[in-house]
C-alpha cells in the first residue's frame, strides 16, 4: 500500500531555514500530482507547494513563493521541500500528499483543495517564532 513518511520538521527562530523530505512507497500511479500542504489550527489545510509529473511543472501559494522550494528525487522516492526565511506565519503542521494525475493544471488543483490527493503522511511540525 502507499506509505508516505514525513521527516525535517522542528523549531526555528523567525529568518531561518528547515528542509522537509517525504519519502514515498508503493505507489503505481503513472502518472501523478504531489506536493506539500500545511494546517494551522483552527484554520483549513491548504496547498503550500505542487509538482505534477506528467507535465513537471511546479506551482507554489503566493505566501511562500520565493521562500520555499520542491525537488524530487526520482530514484528515490523523495519529495523535499526547502524553506527559506521562515516567518511565524509559515508554523503549522506539514503534510506530503499524492494524488493522481486527471489532466487539470497544478493552479486548478491547488484551488479543490485537499481533495484530488488519496494519500496523506502522518505530518510533520514545523514552529517558527
Known amino acids: 500500500h502507499v506509505q508516505l513518511v514525513e521527516s525535517g520538521g522542528g523549531s526555528v527562530q523567525a529568518g531561518g531555514s528547515l528542509r522537509l523530505t517525504c519519502a514515498a512507497s508503493?505507489?503505481?500511479?503513472?502518472?501523478?500530482?504531489m506536493g506539500w500542504f500545511r494546517q494551522a489550527p483552527g484554520k483549513k489545510r491548504e496547498a503550500v507547494g505542487l509538482?505534477?509529473?506528467?507535465?513537471?511543472?511546479?506551482w507554489y501559494a503566493d505566501s511562500v513563493k520565493g521562500r520555499f522550494s520542491i525537488s524530487q528525487d526520482n530514484a528515490n522516492n523523495i519529495l523535499d521541500l526547502q524553506m527559506n526565511s521562515l516567518e511565524p506565519e509559515d508554523t503549522a503542521m506539514y503534510y506530503c500528499?499524492?494524488?493522481?494525475?486527471?489532466?487539470?493544471?497544478?493552479?486548478?488543483?491547488?484551488?479543490?483543495?485537499?481533495?484530488?490527493?488519496?494519500?496523506w503522511g502522518q505530518g510533520t511540525q514545523v514552529t517558527v517564532s
Open positions: 500528499a499524492l494524488g493522481e494525475f486527471f489532466g487539470a493544471s497544478l493552479a486548478t488543483v491547488a484551488a479543490r483543495g485537499t481533495r484530488d490527493f488519496d494519500h
Open positions: 509538482i505534477s509529473s506528467k507535465r513537471r511543472s511546479t
Open positions: 508503493g505507489y503505481t500511479y503513472d502518472a501523478y500530482y
